[in-house]
């Protein structure tokens, strides 16, 4: 289907058809943008007369920023954005990019759509022409004379998400000096903790059936080959920490954290979500599979309850099982797994909130790309039980987590374990402001911390896992190497479990700036704070306001 999609696309014919224009219209005022003016932009940096007004209206860097955006190719695969602009966050995504387009009706022998549908046509054109991807070259194929741009409502997106970038620097500012004045006075010498453990482990494949999944899961158990001494107050039990990878991974992209935490005396469980993984994300892009369903936010939380009962019963019969202690069970999960850890760990899902929220998204012009799929609950039956938690989950660990509308306010405060928060501050997909920074400010609990990763991305922590990407993202989304942030992630990850799960009260020092400047890799760097700044406050609707 996808294929087809992309072929008709291509071979539509349009001789004379092909935007060679941006117009801008903001009430009675109407004003054309050559595409010619717009290369130059981009080749050359040369701000014409016609996009003056930009470079009046606009803050320091963002002409650069414009540049770069124009500069920047996605090579995506045809069928696989296809497939994507197919599913319900692909039609959010062009009903509100559409709502920017006034449709120019005006062109002879034209056709009468939406605007939704001729940006589809025109992003699957350009994904199968010769120059790319582009946004010069997606107004290039739009299949009218010019693109007429609605300023209005291009100025309300652009208000709605502008706390969203252009403060980014103010807020990972003011972050950065409350880390600084947390800081503790200590004259101890730490740990490298960066560093591989002195444990030998070896890896366990196993396998267990959740309940209502039709086939059984996968899971790999790294598993100290011996108890270390000392791992709790009485040395008697191996601590356990289960992971769970995000959308469209595996078990393997976590395997690095288990690994480090395993050379330290845990015993790590990285579990596989059957209908969220690698192979089958990858086979939905291909046309081969259908896309997730919105049940998958049940029975991920699901799957960790059915494998620490897996556990449990096998520890009764094998002896390399019976020293973990499965009643206090620490837990790690990025992006989707993100969400998993917290629900798993006793945040609620908040379905009052999303039946407010979901329906006024359109209006909302939010380009959080998260929301469509924590909408996605709604396409639960509204008899649906959303209750998650298992009590075993004793401290989590949530990177690049989703829970700005799934979980809200009254859905994060119920927690009462300790939490870590991971937040990269270059994450287009789940970003910092709405889904963690924001989020962090809900937690009740005492005994929870913000590790904000200066130009960290929502790719920054995911391991490679060998496989070939079917999308193959841009430079600007992935970020610096990922080589360059884990190793941090291992070490405050093991920090934060020796203080909350093996109740070591000396790793508390660990988990302050003093300790968290030695992990810069440039040009990735750390700031951990226990609260927001005073200076620093976020209201219900996400908007910085910077006290000075």
């Given at each position: 289907?996808?294929a087809?999609?992309a ?7 349009r ?19 050559p ?12 701000v ?59 062109v ?34 739009y299949?009218?004379e ?97 992971l ?39 086979r ?11 049940r ?19 520890a ?15 837990i790690a ?17 908040n ?51 989703l ?49 904000l ?34 190793p ?32 810069t890799?440039?040009p ?9 700044p ?15």
């Amino acid at each position: 289907m996808g294929a087809a999609l992309a072929s008709l696309a291509i071979l539509m014919p349009r001789p004379s058809l092909g935007a060679e224009a941006i117009n801008v219209t903001l009430k009675s005022i109407s004003f054309d943008i050559p595409l010619a003016d717009l290369e130059r932009l981009a080749n050359q940096g040369e701000v014409s007369t016609n996009l003056g007004f930009v470079k009046a209206a606009s803050q320091p860097g963002q002409i650069e920023s414009l540049r770069a955006l124009l500069q920047t190719r996605f090579d995506l695969n045809p069928t696989a954005l296809s497939q994507f602009l197919a599913l319900p966050e692909g039609d959010v995504l062009l009903a509100r990019l559409g709502s920017l387009i006034v449709d120019d009706e005006s062109v002879p022998g034209t056709i009468s759509r939406s605007s939704a549908e001729l940006l589809q046509e025109t992003i699957l054109t350009a994904s199968v022409h010769p120059d790319g991807l582009s946004l010069i070259n997606v107004v290039r194929q739009y299949p009218r004379e010019r693109l007429i741009l609605d300023a209005s409502q291009a100025l309300a997106l652009i208000s709605e998400n502008s706390d969203f970038y252009i403060r980014r620097p103010e807020t990972i500012r003011a972050i950065q000096e409350q880390a600084n004045r947390d800081r503790l006075p200590t004259t101890r010498s730490f740990d490298d903790l960066t560093q591989t453990g002195p444990q030998r482990w070896r890896r366990k494949p196993l396998t267990f059936h959740s309940p209502n999944r039709p086939s059984f899961s996968f899971a790999d158990l790294y598993l100290p080959e011996a108890p270390s001494p000392g791992l709790t107050e009485n040395g008697e039990k191996t601590p356990l920490i289960l992971l769970s990878h995000g959308l469209g991974s595996n078990r393997i992209t976590l395997g690095y954290l288990a690994q480090h935490w395993a050379s330290y005396g845990y015993a790590a469980l990285v579990i596989e979500h059957n209908e969220t993984n690698t192979d089958r994300f990858n086979r939905f892009l291909s046309g081969m599979a259908a896309p997730p369903s919105a049940r998958e936010l049940l029975l991920r939380p699901q799957d960790v309850t059915a494998a620490l009962d897996n556990l449990t019963q096998r520890a009764k019969t094998d002896p390399t099982l019976a020293n973990l202690d499965l009643e206090s069970v620490g837990i790690a999960g990025q992006s989707l797994g993100g969400y998993t850890a917290l629900a798993s760990g006793g945040a609620k899902i908040n379905r009052p909130l999303l039946n407010r929220y979901c329906p006024e998204e359109l209006s909302r012009f939010t380009l959080n790309i998260s929301i469509p799929l924590q909408c996605r609950v709604l396409d639960l039956p509204a008899e649906t039980s959303l209750e998650t938690r298992d009590e075993r989950i004793t401290a989590i660990l949530a990177i690049n987590p989703l829970t700005s509308q799934i979980f809200g306010r009254a859905g994060l405060e119920p927690l009462d374990i300790p939490v870590m928060l991971v937040s990269g501050t270059h994450d287009y997909v789940a970003p910092a402001l709405p889904e963690q920074l924001q989020p962090f400010q809900w937690l009740k609990t005492p005994e929870k911390y913000l590790l904000l990763v200066n130009n960290g991305t929502h790719f920054s922590f995911i391991g490679d896992d060998g496989s070939s990407e079917v999308v193959a993202l841009p430079e600007s989304i992935l970020g610096p190497d990922g080589k360059l942030a884990q190793p941090g992630l291992q070490a405050m990850g093991l920090a934060f479990f020796n203080r909350h799960l093996r109740g070591k009260e000396t790793y508390g020092d660990y988990l302050n700036q003093n300790y968290v400047d030695s992990l810069t890799r440039s040009p990735v760097n750390y700031s951990l704070v226990e609260s927001l700044p005073n200076s620093l406050t976020l209201n219900e609707e996400n908007q910085i306001s910077i006290n000075n």
